[in-house]
């Protein structure tokens, strides 16, 4: 494991330069990082966690591809440090990047794999969907969106998987309902050897329970708070079959039909108050710049 938080850099880069930025739909972003340690260790289902500057908390982001020296990080901008990512540009520098973190994706040969993404989870799936090719996988698919504003990558899934299907909630592009509804329909065709499921923890909830009556294998990639990464400080425990677990060391994967999706909303949910702050200081100070200034 690569671990850097210095702004000493790796290889003896100062910070770590953007080297692309560009939005891919509603509230959506990415970012290609030049991080030469972290891209020539990167697998598929891992992450890193990045700090912009000095006054920056630390966020995990998952490693979406590896291009070179460079990765890249796919983000729906919720938030202060997601918002002030979305504001940087190219020759930009971010102060720390950590990783890569967790432990990657099981991928082996299992046969007929279906990779399910969901708003900005979606942004973990081709990297995944390659993996599982590249083993011999046969790979199926499925995206879905709220609405087709909010569709992101279906291009470079298409490329990644053998089929592809697609669903909005509105019914704005593909299926008009949810991605669980193309899974049971995928499922009813032929019963599937592995699933992953990746998205907004309500949607790796639900869609999880249309492939537990058949005991499909299914993991799903959690995404509660976390702050170091390394399992440390204890903000990322989660509760598998019954135990404690910390998704940034001995996850971010797990089994789907054992996680407590409840405990894991409950625990999102623990900071909202000092988020909305956090965000109002920033989006503030941003106004008495004229919008320019990118600092928090
Ligand atoms: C392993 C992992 C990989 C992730 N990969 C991606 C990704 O590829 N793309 C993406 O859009 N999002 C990803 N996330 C979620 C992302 O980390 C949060 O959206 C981000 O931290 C929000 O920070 P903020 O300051 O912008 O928003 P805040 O206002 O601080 O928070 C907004 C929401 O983000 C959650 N959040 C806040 N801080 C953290 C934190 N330190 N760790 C985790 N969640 C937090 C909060 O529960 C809240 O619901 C990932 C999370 C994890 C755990
Ligand atoms: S993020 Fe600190 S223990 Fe996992």
């Not at 102060?95 to 993404?117: K, N, Q, T, W």
């Amino acid at each position: 494991m690569t671990l850097r938080f210095s702004r000493q850099g790796e290889d003896g880069i100062l910070g770590y330069r953007i080297m692309e930025a560009r939005q891919l739909a509603e509230r959506i972003y990415q970012v290609w990082v030049e991080a030469p340690r972290v891209a020539r260790n990167a697998r598929a289902g891992q992450f890193l966690v990045l700090r912009i500057d000095e006054k920056g908390e630390r966020i995990p982001l998952t490693i979406s591809a590896v291009d070179g020296d460079s990765v890249r990080l796919v983000f729906m901008a919720v938030g202060k440090t997601t918002l002030q990512l979305s504001t940087l540009c190219p020759g930009d520098e971010i102060m720390d990047v950590a990783g890569p973190l967790g432990r990657p994706s099981e991928i082996r040969y299992f046969g007929h794999c279906v990779i399910v993404g969901g708003g900005a989870g979606i942004a973990c799936c081709p990297i995944i969907a390659r993996a599982a090719r590249a083993a011999g996988n046969r790979v199926t698919g499925i995206i879905g969106a709220r609405s087709a504003n909010f569709l992101i990558l279906e291009d470079e899934m298409g490329e990644a998987c053998d089929e592809l299907f697609v669903a909005t909630d509105d019914g704005t592009r593909g299926h008009h309902g949810f991605a669980a509804d193309l899974l049971k329909q995928v499922i009813a065709r032929e019963r599937p050897d592995r699933v992953w499921i990746i998205g907004p923890a309500i949607m790796m909830k639900v869609t999880s329970e249309v492939t537990r009556p058949d005991g499909i294998p299914t993991l799903v990639s959690l995404n509660p708070i976390m702050v170091d990464g390394t399992g440390m400080c204890g903000s990322c425990r989660v509760v598998v079959g019954g135990e404690t677990r910390f998704a940034c060391v001995d996850g971010p994967e797990f089994d789907a039909h054992r996680v407590d999706f409840d405990v894991l909303m409950a625990r999102q949910r623990t900071y909202t108050g000092e988020e909305k702050l956090a965000l109002e200081r920033f989006s503030a100070h941003r106004c008495r710049c004229g919008g320019s200034e990118s600092h928090g």
